[in-house]
């Protein structure tokens, strides 16, 4: 007895046609997947190492650019403050001398004043009595005086940094080419106008190589440089209102 068989349809639901019905699990070798491949993974990996290699090479550069602004502001500032301390240094000598620049004990090492170096200064009076000498040959190595906090007051002073400062002063000679008599003007010059030149090296390093920083200031400074009398090293100060050669 043949039978037929026929497609029931319960429901609304169409039957399926050539395919799986709607919500089936789809067999396990066919199932997708979204992984990186090896190839993605390497070239990811490729982009990052390039650009760690270039900011690697790159941040020595930074770091020396950043040291040597400092340095530069260190010196700019350090520089005028020394222009205009010699340039008042008369209030510093005599009776009732101003104890102001005693902090200048912790920052300065040495003076080496025509051959013979001055170490464990005294007070402020004393650093600028030596740096004072006219036409002689003076070299001073200092810390900087505005450098980061954990150099301030002599602290750290393995590490802090240091310049050498060459002092000269130099008689002004020079007269003026309208004058009608130069010689006499440039006697009368003589002893009562000078000219201070501060040239600036750093950084000294700890075997007392200097390194390739180089400023200079100068300025013209009036009145007469008088020799302090006290016992000790022989020390001179500007007396910028003292004109007795006029």
């Known amino acids: 007895m043949k039978t037929n068989r026929h497609n029931v349809n319960f429901g609304n ?3 399926p046609v050539g395919g799986r019905s709607r919500g089936a699990i789809p067999p396990a070798g066919r199932r ?3 992984a990186f491949t090896m190839i993605e993974i390497a070239i990811a990996i490729g982009v990052i190492g390039f ?3 270039a900011i690697i090479g790159i941040l020595p550069v930074g770091l020396n650019v950043q040291r040597d602004t400092h340095e530069d502001l260190i010196i700019g500032q350090d520089g005028p403050f020394f222009l205009e301390a010699m340039r008042t240094g008369g209030s510093t000598l005599g009776p009732g001398t101003s104890t102001s620049l005693d902090f200048l004990t912790n920052y ?11 170490s464990n200064l005294p007070n402020g009076q004393t650093i600028l009595g030596l740096l004072g000498k006219p036409r002689t040959s003076t070299t001073a190595i200092i810390r900087g005086l505005t450098g980061a906090a954990t150099e301030q007051s002599g602290s750290n002073t393995l590490t802090a940094f240091r310049y050498r400062m060459d002092v000269d002063i130099e008689p002004f000679l ?11 003007e440039s006697a009368t010059l003589y002893g009562i ?18 390194g390739p920083g180089r400023q200079s200031y100068r300025t013209l400074l009036s009145g ?23």
Do not use: C
């Open 108 to 118: 300065v090492d040495s003076i080496n004043v025509g051959g013979v170096v001055y």
């Open 13 to 15: 639901a169409p039957a």
């Open 51 to 53: 650009a760690l290699v």
């Open 174 to 184: 020079t007269a003026s080419p309208a004058s009608l008599d130069q010689t006499n």
């Open 224 to 246: 007469q440089i008088q020799q302090s009398t006290n016992i000790g090293p022989p020390l001179w100060f500007f007396q910028p209102n003292t004109y007795t050669n006029l």
């Open 193 to 210: 106008l000078y000219e201070l030149r501060l040239k600036f090296s750093w950084p000294v390093r700890p075997n007392g190589a200097v």
């Open 32 to 34: 997708s997947r979204g």
